[in-house]
């Protein structure tokens, strides 16, 4: 049986991909330093033979006993109010956690992919972006503790694989959104239904004419997965190439939680906050056959039925 190790076990896209390795028969550690991750993510995985956990956090030294087939590294806060309020974690998993991580597959002769992202192209100047593409990032604004780390993150990861030929891979995830995303997280979607629910204004920032490109989490998942047993070692984009308004999201989530309550209000535009970004996913395509399945309507449904579970209407 193939093992492989999933760091950021407890959180969102952690833990689809702790289910979907179990699914296809891996042994699956999880690991996680739950300062942004749910243990309620992972709970239905201890009852299971081949799901073990460990509550570490991987920017200091980690050990693993034993043989280790695969390493997907997915620990790092992820939303913009978490990097804010932890920045200096955020620096770290994405620098010495994926140092820590590149060292335990060279050790075990792993094959290790990162978690990158659409933020590497920060507030992009070319449209859609390609994975050729360079960026347009601010190193020292907010979100440059998140962009910056895992840019960092890129150049370490290829450096591992032309200087020791260590097996990598690297996704750079756009916007995505289902099932166990922390309420409170402060992204758009979570915040759009929390506030729709409880029958309160959706927070919208700015005019809400920036766009964004949202990706059921099931497609992430599946292109993930594809990139792991695949043999291209370079970035490879990830996410549903259409794009919408925030005004235009925050309406089709008025519109399905159809709550007379809920409304719009404005909010001020974030510091550096990207005016667009849309996912070029040729090479996804071509490269893995991939390309999403869920269209925004069946996902945007799919979540509602999980955040009804977790939110509660107030009377
Ligand atoms: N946004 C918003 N209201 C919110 C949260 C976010 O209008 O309550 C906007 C935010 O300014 C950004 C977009 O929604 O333009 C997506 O934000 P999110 O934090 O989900 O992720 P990002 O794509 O910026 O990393």
Redesign the pocket.
Known sequence: MKKVLVTGAAGFIGSHLCDKFLAEGYHVIGMDNLITGNMDNIAHLFPLNNFEFYHHDVSKFVHVPGNLDYILHFASPA???DYLKMPIQTLKVGSLGTHNLLGLAKAKNARILIASTS?VYGDPLEHPQTEEYWGNVNPIGPRGVYDEAKRFQEAITMAYHTYHGLETRIVRIF?TYGPRMRVED????P??FSQAIRGEG?????E?D?T?SFCYVDDLVDGIYKLLLSDYAMPVNIGNPSEIT?MQF?KEILALVNNPKAHIIY?D??VD??KQ?QPDITKARNILGWEPKFNREEGLKLTYEYFKTVVQAVD
């Open positions: 939303s913009p109010i933020e916007n402060g992204r758009v979607l915040a759009f959706l927070t919208v920032f700015g809400g920036q964004r925030i925050a909010k535009l974030p906050d990207p970004r």
